[in-house]
């Protein structure tokens, strides 16, 4: 009897499907559509019934992630469009902003380089709404070390200019 209750748990935990419809095609190991309860369409790839692979995850509301995925997790390439008209382009590693992208903000500011966590991190362009542009390096999302703003050397130290 509890070899039969932690199999039931164990297909549970791993296929994910007790709050999920598959639509249509192999929702546990191939190519299928599925629909949940919080609202999430998702189309593509499932292994082990977690998004693998390449495939669309829309949610309710219209944000909407179109990429790779691994165990489930928006993983290496994707672009993920958010619901006010943000947009990020680029690499994720589980689940966040990871590595090289760009980031499109509903104000037309712009940020394109590396991430590290999900924020600002390493060298990168940021560029503002009104056309003036830093090109330099970030930590922990702040202007940090050397950059240009607008044609002139400036320095910061966790985001506060030292040198201009």
Do not use: P, W
């Not at 932690?6 to 999920?20: E, G, M, P």
């Not at 369409?41 to 309710?60: C, D, H, I, P, R």
């Not at 940020?111 to 060298?123: E, H, L, N």
């Not at 503002?128 to 950059?147: L, P, S």
């Amino acid at each position: 009897m509890k070899t039969i209750i932690k199999f039931i748990i164990i297909y549970l935990i791993t296929f994910n499907n007790a709050f999920s419809d598959c639509l249509e095609g192999d929702c546990v190991s191939g190519a299928g559509s599925a629909s949940y309860s919080d609202g999430r369409k998702y189309v593509g790839n499932f292994f082990f019934g977690e998004f693998s692979g390449k495939g669309t995850l829309t949610f309710e509301y219209g944000r909407q992630y179109v990429g790779d995925f691994e165990k489930g997790e928006f993983s290496g390439k994707g672009t993920l469009t958010f619901e006010d008209g943000q947009k990020y382009a680029g690499n994720f590693k589980d689940g966040i902003f990871s590595g090289y992208g760009t980031l499109t903000f509903e104000n037309g500011r712009k940020y394109v380089g590396d991430f590290k966590d999900g924020i600002f991190s390493g060298y990168g362009t940021l560029t503002f709404e009104d056309g003036q542009k830093y090109v330099g390096n970030f930590k922990d999302g702040y202007f940090n070390g050397f950059g240009n703003l607008n044609g002139e050397e400036v320095v910061h130290f966790n985001g506060k200019l030292v040198s201009y």
